[in-house]
């Protein structure tokens, strides 16, 4: 064993030599260099030596002994993490956990999502795009976490150029002050189903309770709001959720005030309710109101059956939906399903020119694992303004790679 190996674990174990008997060795006599480290891992049951009464100290030594001798030093609490780092695997043959290396090794944590898209549309043709994200989330204490998200598009349908810019459009922490749960920085505001808001915000969300939640949301648009419809990025926008169990029926109630140009409000509520085994139904109605409405219509629902659901994990799950829209502008600040269509509901959006006053049709769906973390989806659209002579079909679908 090496001077420097011997040492180390000696200091280790934080005792001191004169604390125990003379040294059982005959090879290690007093005055030797290891005399006092040997006498320390020896009294304290970390060495053995040979039978013939010999350390050895000359002799070579096999991986797996070495990783006997710091298995024991561990079982003592000595800080030996260099050591069970470099002789890890022996230690795991061996049947040794080192816990704490292993959690500092999940300190921090990199997964990923690669969504490959094509989508055609009668109005505005095909398009398609690459997305890859990647998601970083780091361990700051027991209460405390980090998480950032990196994203790229390449928009190669038609034009077949690439975009070389990366954005981190989530930094936010995670945690808990007494029993309220904190989420505080930039990061998605989805609140349920996403068919009123689902976009990055600068802000902070506050949820309280178990069987029956409160969430409270406070954030404005981040750099970019060219996704809000009405919003800029100054403008604030307050929400207040409560979620709760009834028997089997999950049902949730909302507010949300935006404080943009038009004042704009909305109420929400919403159920999601088991029909038999598989077969779910979802149901939301949203109020909306604004200080200038125009006179436009202000009653706006989404119902939806949903048949099983392709899992990641699981090879050959899938499943199937459909879903029915009629929501005027003024109940909606983001809806989800502008990634779909291109941009065509915010297009029908309402404006001070043209009220087309929202959009109203359905939607289809089916999506099913190719293999693990692949989910293939496809989605088809027919949808139309409320207002004025706008209307469009679009076909959708997409490849998603998780890792």
Do not use: C
């Not at 954030?219 to 709001?225: E, L």
């Not at 779909?340 to 309402?350: F, M, P, Q, S, V």
Request: charged share 25%.
């Amino acid at each position: 064993m090496k001077k420097s190996l011997v040492l180390a674990m000696a200091m280790a174990l934080g005792v001191t030599a004169s604390a125990y008997a003379a040294n059982p060795f005959s090879d290690v006599p007093a005055g030797h260099w290891a005399y006092d480290a040997v006498n320390k891992l020896a009294a304290e049951g970390v060495v053995d030596g040979y039978p013939d009464g010999t350390y050895g100290g000359d002799k070579l030594m096999t991986r797996y002994e070495m990783a006997q001798i710091v298995a024991k030093a561990m079982a003592k609490g000595a800080n030996v993490d260099k050591l069970a780092a470099e002789f890890a695997d022996e230690l795991d043959s061996l049947g040794v956990r080192v816990a704490n290396l292993e959690k500092k090794a999940d300190n921090v944590k990199i997964t990923g999502q690669i969504r490959a898209s094509y989508g055609d549309s009668d109005e505005k043709g095909n398009y398609g795009k690459l997305r890859t994200r990647l998601f970083v989330k780091g361990q700051i204490n027991e209460d405390w976490s980090y998480t950032g998200r990196f994203q790229n598009e390449q928009d190669w349908a038609n034009t077949n150029k690439g975009d070389d810019e990366v954005d981190l459009n989530w930094a936010y922490v995670s945690g808990r002050v007494g029993g309220v749960k904190v989420d505080a920085g930039r990061q998605n505001f989805k609140p349920h189903t996403g068919q009123i808001l689902d976009a990055e915000m600068d802000g902070i969300k506050v949820a309280y309770g178990d069987k029956v939640k409160v969430t409270g949301y406070v954030g404005k648009a981040d750099s970019d709001p060219s996704d809000f419809y009405m919003m800029d990025s100054n403008d604030r926008l307050y929400i207040v959720d409560v979620t709760g169990k009834l028997g089997v029926v999950d049902a949730y109630a909302s507010y949300y005030y935006a404080d943009n140009e038009i004042k704009q409000e909305i109420w929400n509520v919403g159920v999601a309710v088991p029909v038999v085994k598989d077969l779910k139904l979802v149901a939301e109605y949203m109020n909306g109101s604004a200080d200038e409405d125009d006179g436009l219509d202000n009653n706006g629902y989404v119902a939806g059956l949903a048949y099983k659901g392709a899992k990641a994990s699981k090879v050959g799950s899938w499943g199937i939906y459909a879903n029915y829209y009629d929501m005027p502008a003024l109940t909606y600040l983001d809806n989800t399903n502008n990634t779909y269509t291109n941009g065509l509901i915010k297009d029908w959006h309402w404006t001070n020119d043209v009220a087309y006053d929202g959009f109203e049709g359905f939607e289809v769906g089916a999506n099913v694992t190719l293999a693990k973390n692949i989910v293939a989806a496809v989605k088809y659209y027919d949808l139309e303004s409320r207002e004025g002579n706008e209307d469009d079909q679009a076909i959708w679908s997409e490849v998603v790679f998780t890792f």
